[in-house]
């Protein structure tokens, strides 16, 4: 995720672009820059840090123009710094652009512009769009655009600036970019909230469409140079709104993203039936796996000790890194390490790679954050690119890490020789579309909530895979809707939980099909012979657990190495929307931050 504005007209324009940027703020804030064309030349300012940062910066006093553009910038290639700050130039600066989403294939590209004399000196995939316009230009931005556009491989929403003509090229594939229709002047930006107080005409641009955006006039066209008709939209909604997606919380929005922050950490990481990482850490000699985090992406490492183990076959623990750190573990120098964190700045797991390093292991960070202290100080790593997460409650980030640790036990299986079963990576394809299916659950799963909501005690139960499923499913509730709430692997109830069963409990089960379906029924027996209350997780309505549950949560089939992120989603909801019906504060519970730095 990136924040891109765009404006043309006679308005003040530095104000107009900076304020944009701040609306556009929840989509990044790691850098952010703007270029505005002033007297012929393209005059650009770019800035470490958030928007804020970029606002204090003296010589932006002294631009002014007709056409300009922004960027709020979401690092996914490249460190957040000045030079990776968008916007992104030409060698001779006579071409800008912003640029939101992922080249997949910058790299080729770029070699081919290097060998050709481009000097490109960011580590962005962005900057070589700017350069091969240059490349293509030959006194018609338009085509050279289009031209361009027909080379690249990715996600991208798209705005240039040349220091020619007081005109922006966008151009859409995969992120969102929408058009301001306003009187003698025309907006442009990823989303409506910074347009929509100067006018409410809004052009939704479709993926493979250009525009030409005068302050007089649009033109749509699509990528062979076609006009496209396109509504025009008269929007009503309030700024709040806007951010949050009409979502009422960030939690909600952030739950909804799924599908696409999944199909994000998947994509151009899997070729031709191979997973492709660039990894630089000989496998081969590691003998051992120590997965280390905290808190919800400490379950997610324990979903990935399962994964390891059964595609790549090599010994894994987990611990929990605040434990990690203070116990003077056993680490040896053939040992990996990995540290799983959203921020990347989470004290006990940055204390606990360092304690592993200080050992001789070798490190590498799943992380969500591009450019922080856990991803900087790791051997080697594998983002996320699940874009920024607001809600304090864990939601998208624990999908991905799943999703990114599936790729990477595969791809450990894969360096030691193992064929990668087509069936996985039919099921890792479809994945988003079965997450689809979770979310038309959430009213049904309001229902639930509405009948529950006034508990006290929650118990969640799963095995194998889906115990770590179970404590996350019981983290996301008890942090949000401050009821108490305990997961437990299912069979481990005989041993204590199961005293506390009465009337009055409810149980989670996640009862999905898999290797010991039969036992987990055996278990939602002894619950109901106590009169628990049950809400079952299932695939289907079978009478079995019919008879026995109170409430069935049904949730698409998969394969059982990815049901946890079919799972957990259904169990998100369910801790959202008891906490919502309870009128507590979803995005900002109690006690919590969403980063803890500190120990
Ligand atoms: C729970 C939650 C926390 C974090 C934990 C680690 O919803 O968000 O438990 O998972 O604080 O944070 P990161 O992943 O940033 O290291």
Redesign the pocket.
């Known amino acids: 995720m990136c924040g891109i504005i765009g404006y043309v007209g006679d308005k003040k324009i530095v104000p107009l672009l900076i304020e944009g940027l701040k609306k556009l703020e929840y989509r990044g804030y790691d850098s952010a820059g703007i270029c505005v064309l002033d007297g012929g030349m393209l005059k650009s300012i770019k800035d470490k840090g958030r928007i804020s940062e970029l606002e204090k910066e003296e010589p932006l006093k002294w631009i002014s123009g007709n056409a300009g553009i922004a960027h709020t910038r979401w690092a996914t290639h490249g460190k957040p710094d000045e030079i990776n700050a968008h916007p992104h130039f030409d060698c001779k600066k006579e071409i800008a652009i912003v640029h939101n989403g992922i080249i997949e294939n910058y790299q080729s590209l770029k070699k081919l512009l290097i060998k050709e004399g481009h000097m490109i000196s960011s580590e962005t995939d962005s900057e070589i769009i700017a350069h091969l316009i240059e490349k293509f230009y030959e006194g018609d931005l338009e085509e050279a655009v289009t031209r361009v556009l027909k080379l690249l491989e990715g996600t991208y929403g798209l705005a240039v600036l040349s220091n020619k003509e007081e005109k922006i090229i966008v151009a859409k594939k995969g992120s969102p970019l929408v058009i301001g229709v306003g009187d003698g002047e025309m907006f442009i930006a990823s989303d409506i909230s910074p347009i929509i107080e100067h006018t409410n005409k809004i052009i939704y641009l479709s993926d493979g469409e250009v525009g030409i955006i005068t302050k007089d006039r649009y033109i749509i066209k699509n990528i062979d140079g076609n006009g496209v008709d396109k509504k025009v939209h008269e929007v009503k909604w309030s700024i709040d709104q806007i951010e949050k997606g009409n979502f009422k919380h960030f939690m909600l929005k952030e739950i909804f993203e799924q599908p696409e922050v999944i199909r994000n950490t998947f994509r151009g990481r899997i070729k031709d039936g191979k997973i492709k990482l660039s990894l630089n850490i000989d496998f081969k000699k590691i003998k051992r796996i120590i997965l280390t985090?905290?808190?919800?992406?400490?379950?997610s490492a324990v979903i990935g000790k399962y994964l390891i183990e059964e595609y790549a076959k090599i010994p894994c623990e987990v611990d929990y890194a605040s434990e990690f750190r203070y116990r003077n573990p056993m680490v040896n120098t053939d040992d990996l390490l990995i540290a799983?964190?959203?921020?990347?700045?989470?004290a006990d797991?940055i204390a606990a790679l360092k304690e592993a390093k200080g050992k001789g292991a070798k490190t590498l960070g799943i992380v969500?954050?591009v450019g922080s202290t856990?991803s900087r100080e790791v051997d080697s790593g594998i983002y996320l690119h699940a874009g920024p997460?607001t809600g304090?409650?864990?939601?998208k980030?624990?999908t991905s890490?799943i999703a990114a640790l599936t790729l990477f036990s595969l791809y450990l299986g894969q360096e030691s020789g193992m064929d990668i079963d087509n069936e996985i990576l039919k099921e890792m394809e479809i994945i988003p579309e079965k997450i689809e299916k979770v979310l038309e659950n959430s009213e049904r799963i309001r229902n639930i909530a509405s009948r529950f909501k006034d508990k006290n005690n929650f118990l969640y139960f799963g095995r194998g895979i889906n115990f770590p499923v179970a404590l996350e499913g019981a983290?996301?509730l008890k942090?949000i809707s401050y009821i108490h709430a305990e997961g437990y692997p299912a069979a481990e109830m005989k041993h204590g939980p199961i005293a506390l069963i009465d009337k009055n409990m409810p149980i989670v089960f996640l009862a999905t099909k898999s290797s010991i379906s039969s036992k987990i029924l055996s278990n939602i027996e002894e619950v109901y012979a106590r009169d628990g209350k049950i809400i079952s997780v299932v695939n289907e309505k079978t009478p079995e657990v019919e008879k026995f549950s109170e409430e069935l949560i049904i949730v698409p089939e998969t394969i059982e190495e990815l049901s946890p992120i079919i799972n957990v989603i259904s169990l998100q909801l369910l801790a959202y929307h008891i906490a919502d019906l309870k009128g507590l504060d979803v995005d900002k519970p109690r006690n919590?931050a969403?980063?803890?730095t500190v120990e």
């Open positions: 985090a905290c808190g919800t992406s400490w379950h799983i964190s959203q921020s990347g700045e989470t797991t969500n954050v856990i997460e304090v409650a864990s939601t980030a624990f890490q983290l996301k942090e919590l969403k980063s803890v």
